[in-house]
């Protein structure tokens, strides 16, 4: 197969963490994979890494849509895929996150993935087909005390991809979203270091472990797929069963 019929993903904030991983994992599944990211050193460290061939390095800012326009031009063809996985957290609580921190948590984590959505979504109505998927968090769920405008910015990422599915759907494109739970790896390595935390949060998890940045890819692979052709406008939720276990995690009288 040359590589111009190969279906092309496309995968931002893919150098490095998650996004590295839905990228191998998408790239594993015969996709060609563009790697879009700030640094492009670090894109193209990332796609020489990637089994098969026709990868490509795109350096951007997913909050400028110059930049964004930009790195889909350069493409040879629309995506097939499109994954919006760059994303940013600011750690504080309300009370004392700065309203610039606040602001550049929404602007990245939600304008940016509206950007590269729009951008996709032009091109894939053209041929009338394609798939976005969106990445949220449980926190847009259940938010979590100390995160600032994090789950703010997922919980809106949520509700637009309910509403590019409802746009995008008799176009031919399907929008998902996944929300990532207490996972090892990617923006949450630095907190796992703790090993008392670690111990903790996977003991907290129904599944009695902390999740990979594979679970998270395979997840992502399997909406992209055609066994999930029916599937659109929802979120899918990669945690374990943690969202849903408070009544778990609560005294209980003894029977």
């Known amino acids: ?8 993903a496309l995968v931002t904030g893919g150098a490095k963490g998650l996004g590295a991983a839905i990228a191998q994992r998408v790239a594993h599944a015969g996709y060609r994979v563009a790697v879009l990211d700030l ?3 670090e894109c193209e460290a990332q796609i020489a ?5 026709g990868h490509v390095a795109l350096a951007a800012d997913v909050t400028d849509e110059r930049q964004v326009h ?17 994303g940013v957290v600011r750690f504080g609580s309300l009370l004392e996150q700065t309203v610039d921190d606040f602001r550049a948590v ?15 979504a032009l091109r894939m109505v053209k041929r009338g087909s394609g798939v976005i998927i969106n990445l949220t968090s449980i926190n847009a769920v259940t938010p979590g005390p100390g995160a600032g405008a994090y789950p703010a910015s997922k919980a809106g990422v949520a509700k637009l991809t309910e509403h590019l599915a409802l746009e995008l759907g008799p176009l031919g494109v399907r929008v998902n ?30 599944l009695k472990r902390l999740g990979t940045v ?4 395979n997840a992502v692979a399997w909406l992209a797929s055609e066994e999930a052709a029916y599937i659109t406008g929802q979120q899918l939720i ?3 069963g943690v969202a849903n276990s408070v009544l778990m995690q609560l005294p209980r009288k003894a029977e």
């Open 1 to 8: 197969m040359n590589a111009q019929s190969q279906r092309l």
């Open 39 to 41: 640094k492009r050193s």
């Open 49 to 53: 890494g990637l089994p098969g061939s």
């Open 70 to 86: 930009a790195a889909f031009e350069a493409l040879a063809a629309a995506p097939d895929l499109v994954v919006n996985n760059a």
């Open 106 to 120: 929404i602007n990245i984590n939600l304008v940016g993935t509206y950007i590269v959505a729009r951008e996709a």
């Open 177 to 206: 979203c996944v929300a990532p739970g207490f996972i090892d790896g990617g923006m949450s390595t630095p907190v796992y270091a703790d090993l008392r935390v670690r111990e903790l949060r996977g003991g907290a998890v129904p």
């Open 214 to 217: 594979e679970d998270v890819a």
């Open 238 to 240: 990669v945690d374990g």
